[in-house]
C-alpha cells in the first residue's frame, strides 16, 4: 500500500521513560475511510492501513507501545524498561514519509517485548496480538504474485499472522479469567465475541459455538454484535459439518 504520505501528520510525544521529545506519525483525522470490517472486528480502509501507525516507539531508548497504553509507566515498569530494554536498543532516526509494512512489524515486534518485560496486562498482549495479525493480514492483502520472493514472504507473513491469532486467543482466554472490563477499550461481550471468532479458526467449535449461543442471548450485547454472532454462527456449522464434527 503506498501513498498514505498525505494522510498523515507528525503527532508530538515525550517518551514517559527517558523524557525524549520525539514525534510519530498518525493518521490525519477524517483521512481514514473505512470499506469493510473482517468476521473477527479488523476494520478495513480505503488508501491506508492506519495499523502501520497504532504502535508509539522512543527512537531513543526504546519504550514502545499501542497509542492507548503508550503514556501509562509505573515506577516498576520504567525500571524494567531502562534496564532490559534500552541497554539492547539502538537509537535511530526515523526515516520516510510513511512507514512499510516491515518497518511497522519491527514496531510492533519492539512492543511486544516491552509488554513482556513491563509485565502489563495480559489483556495488553491480547490486544497487541492481534493487531499484529491483523497488520499481517493486511500485508498479505498487499502483496502481488509478481512480487519478487512472493511465495516465501507471503508464507512468512502468513505463519506469523497465525502465530499472533493463537497468542491473541490464549492471552484473551486467561484475561478474561483474571482481568476486570472494560479491557482494552472494550465490553465483555466484544470480547466474547472475538474469542468466539479466533476460537474457530484453530477450529475449537465447541468453545466458540458456546460464547456464540451466549452472546446471541445476551441482554447487554448490541444488536448489531449479536447480528455478527448470528453470521458467524453460520461459518461455524458449515465448518463444522465439513470436518465432520456433530453440533
Known sequence: ??????????????????????????????????????MDLRNVYDGIEPLKYDVILCPKCGYAALARFFPNVSS???????????????????????????????????????AVVKMSKVSEGAYLSLKTAWLCRSYKESMSESDAG?????????????????KAYDYFVKAVQTEEFPMC???????????????????????????????ITSYSATNRLKDRARDVKEELSRRMKEAGVEA
Open 1 to 38: 500500500m503506498s501513498g498514505e504520505a498525505d494522510k498523515l501528520f507528525d503527532k508530538k510525544y515525550t517518551c514517559p521513560v527517558c523524557e525524549n521529545n520525539f514525534t510519530s506519525k498518525t493518521v490525519r483525522s477524517g483521512k481514514a475511510r473505512m470499506v469493510r470490517t473482517d
Open 76 to 114: 516498576i515498569q520504567h525500571k524494567y524498561i531502562s534496564e532490559k530494554i534500552t541497554p539492547n536498543f539502538k537509537p535511530m532516526v526515523e526515516e520516510g514519509d510513511e512507514y512499510s509494512f516491515e518497518y511497522a512489524l519491527f514496531r510492533y515486534r519492539i512492543a511486544f517485548a516491552n
Open 150 to 166: 512472493y511465495q516465501d514472504k507471503y508464507a512468512k507473513i502468513d505463519a506469523m499472522e497465525k502465530d499472533n491469532i493463537r
Open 185 to 215: 477499550g472494550m465490553d465483555e461481550a466484544t470480547v466474547d465475541y472475538i474469542i468466539a471468532v479466533l476460537a474457530m479458526e484453530f477450529g475449537d467449535y465447541f468453545d466458540a459455538s458456546k460464547l456464540l449461543s451466549k452472546l
